[in-house]
């Protein structure tokens, strides 16, 4: 399948457009005309994969997946796939995912806290200890429904043990090793930290 993958250079879109290419698919990406130093840095990693091309390509796209409501709306797809945090301004979208706070190798952060929604959050903070979730199993999870038949209209992510019960959305919860894991990008940071920023 090829899908159209616009903010492909952000954190969250980094994330999709390789978890799409690992399992095989064809990706086209759009990204703003200025790139911070991070987005250069990530547009190298998947400018050497054979799947992925920038641009939109005279395709015939399973989905044109946007983050955030934002996107160009006259694309013409099967389906529009918005992925956001929390309300979204895109009506036009066919499948709304409702993103949790997602942790994971260059995410935006400096040694002691991520930075997500315009704030600053220590990861030692109760809310991202209660909710936060790898980004890697939730983007496999997004590109699973990307390439199956989608059902359902809305979907939420959450942490296993804070996962309530919603008749609104299909609810898909995850355990996870925060600390582990947390382990892992600290290293992964102190490595590579002059990327981050």
Known sequence: ???????????????????????????????????????????????????FSEGIQEKDYAAYV?????????????????????????????VQILLPICYGKWMPRDTDALQWEGQNIPFDDAFFRAHALPIQPVMQTVSKLLAGDT???????????????????????FTRNLKDDLTALHQHYAKYSQFYK
């Open 1 to 51: 399948m090829h899908f159209l993958i616009d903010n492909c250079y952000s954190f969250e879109g980094y994330h999709l457009v390789e978890t799409l290419l690992e399992e095989g698919h064809e990706v086209s990406g759009i990204h703003s005309s200025v790139l911070s130093n991070k987005e250069v840095h990530l547009s190298m990693y998947l400018g050497r994969h054979a799947l």
């Open 151 to 173: 059902s359902s209209k809305n979907y939420r992510f959450y942490a296993k043990d804070v996962c309530p019960e919603q008749e609104d959305r299909t609810v898909i919860a």
């Open 66 to 94: 946007t983050f955030f409501g934002e996107g160009a709306k006259q694309v013409d797809v099967q389906r529009r796939v918005n992925l956001h945090y929390g309300t979204s301004e895109d009506t036009d979208a066919d």
